[in-house]
């Protein structure tokens, strides 16, 4: 079974720097997503940013971007420009890229704190 | 992206009493639902895969015949908690899948005094 792993329960950042997440993962399988998701306040899981297995480029959405790095598996987050905005528990999660699969399995979660 | 909401937002409820979710996919079509449930400060964990027109699949160690799932049409799924105690007292979060993706509802958060 696949499992991920965020080894940072809490983290903070002075706004207007960067911060990275870390996250590994672990499975058997060659093709899968991985993802980030956002938790703020309001408990609304919000996709930050995903990733194919497939692809070596690193995905990016704007001030979102990740190392992916396939046979380490490890999948870290780095937010630049950090925002009082960001503030928010962060979930990293792996899909199974089989057409059963669709189940995410989420890590523990880092909570982010953004000084202003 | 695609919406999903969830009803009622916040329940209390008392002990032995049951309750109804639903879970509302407005700007698509959801053939499959997940239903999961997170403690304070914790992870989600999926208690089950909600499927049109289907018996849902329960994770390993979550009670069928406590938490009741019912997806009787495309756009609504059902989670119902039967005779509610305490330890049911938790934030419930369901999800629609759209062309390979998760769209998170925005929770629910339920008291069982």
């Known amino acids: 079974a696949q499992t991920v792993t965020q080894s940072q329960p809490e983290m903070s950042v002075q706004e207007a720097e960067t911060v990275t997440l870390s996250c590994t993962y672990d499975t058997s399988e060659s093709d899968y997503y991985l993802f980030w998701y956002k938790q703020p306040p309001s408990r609304q899981m919000i996709l930050v940013i995903r990733?194919?297995?497939?692809?070596?480029q690193n995905a990016t959405e704007n001030r979102f971007s990740v190392n992916f790095q396939k046979a380490a598996k490890s999948f870290s987050l780095k937010i630049s420009d950090s925002q009082l905005g960001d503030a928010a528990m962060y979930f990293c999660a792996y899909r199974s890229f089989m057409e059963y699969g669709n189940k995410l399995v989420f890590g523990a979660g880092t909570i982010l704190r953004v000084k202003s | 992206g695609a919406v999903v909401s969830q009803h009622p937002s916040r329940v209390i409820c008392k002990s032995g009493t049951s309750v109804k979710i639903e879970c509302r996919s407005l700007d698509f079509q959801a053939t499959t639902m997940f239903w999961y449930r997170q403690f304070p400060k914790q992870s989600l964990m999926l208690m089950a895969t909600?499927?049109?027109?289907?018996?849902?699949?329960?994770e390993q160690g979550v009670e069928k015949d406590k938490f009741l799932i019912n997806h009787a049409s495309l756009t609504l799924s059902t989670l119902t908690v039967t005779s509610a105690h305490p330890e049911d007292s938790s934030f419930y979060i369901c999800?629609?899948?759209?062309?390979?993706?998760?769209?998170f509802g925005p929770g629910t958060r339920l008291t069982v005094l």
């Open positions: 999800s629609g899948l759209s062309y390979n993706e998760q769209f």
């Open positions: 990733q194919e297995a497939y692809k070596q």
């Open positions: 909600s499927n049109e027109g289907s018996k849902a699949t329960y």
